[in-house]
C-alpha cells in the first residue's frame, strides 16, 4: 500500500480506502462488513470514511463494532455532517448546534472518542462561514475531531471558508471530497485542482467506478444481483447509458492488454494525480475490495501513450468541452 499526505498536512492517508456509503448496514450484513475492514487493514488500507447519513446512523454503528478490536492510533476514521438526522429545522445543516449534536451522535455510534477527519457534507447557505470555521476549530481544541474539511463545495465556496479561517487565525479546511471518475471529472479537473493545490487542501474522492458501470459488469446486462437492480437505485439505472458502455467496452479490452481489470484500470487512472490524497472505494465481498486494492499499483502502467488512448476513447476532457 502507498500512503500520500492529506493535502499539505502531515497526515498520510492509503491512497486507496474503504467507504461505507450505501454497503455498510444496508447491502452486506454486520459481519461481511467486518471481513472488508479487517482485510482492508491487513492489506494496509487506514482511512475508512463513513457519514452520519449513510443508512440512517447504522454504518457508524456497524463500523464502530468492526474496528473495536484494532488499534485505532493507525486507523484514520471519518464522518460528515449536513443532510436531516434528527427532528425539528436545526436537525440539518452546518449550525453551531447541528454540528454539535451530529459530531457527539457519531462519536457514540462509531465508539470512539475522536473523529480524524470530519467532512461539511455540502454547502449550507444559511450559515455563516463565520459559525462554522469557528465551530470547527472548537471541535478541533476539544480533541473531538483533528481536520476538518468539504464535500462536494464549489471551489469558491472553499476559498472563501479558507480566507474566513485565516482571517480570523483559524484552522482552514484540510480536505474536499468531490465525486471523480472518468465519466464525471469537469469539475475537479477545470476547477477543484487548482484552487486546492494553491491552497493546500487534500482530495479524497469518491464513486471511482460510476456506481459500478466502471467495473463493466453491465457491458451486457444488469445482473440481478447487482446494485442497479436494487429497489431505491432507479438513478444508477439512468445513469448507464448506450455511450458510456461502448467506451466502458473499448476500455475494458485496453485494460486487458495491460493485465488489469476494468475497476483497476479505472482506479489507477485516478491515481494518476498527484492532488488525489485517497480514493475511496467501496465492496460488497472480499474480492472486490482485493481488486481495488491493487489498483494501486498499476498508476506505473499508465504511461503517456496509455494516457492518450484513454482519452481518445473517453472523449470528454475538460479543456475540449
Known sequence: MHYRRLGRSGLKVSEISLGAWV?????I????????????????????????????????????KAIKDLPRAALVLSSKVFWPTMPGPNGRGLSRKHIFDSVHASLKRLDTDYLDLYFCHRYDPDTPLEELVETMNILIQQGKILYWGTSEWRSAQIAMADGVAKKHNLIPPTMEQPQYNMFRRRRVEYELMNVCDCLGIGLTTWSPLASGILTGKYNECIPKDSRAAKEGMAWIKDEITSEKILKVRALTGLASDLGLTMAQLAIAWILRRKEVSSVITGATKISQLEENIAAGDAVDKLSDNVLELIESILDNHPDEE
Open 23 to 27: 454497503t455498510f448496514g444496508d447491502q
Open 29 to 64: 450484513d454486520d459481519k461481511v462488513a467486518a471481513n472488508l475492514i479487517q482485510t482492508a487493514y491487513d492489506n494496509g488500507v487506514n482511512f475508512f470514511d463513513n457519514a452520519d447519513v449513510y443508512a440512517q446512523g447504522q454504518a457508524e454503528i456497524v463500523m464502530g
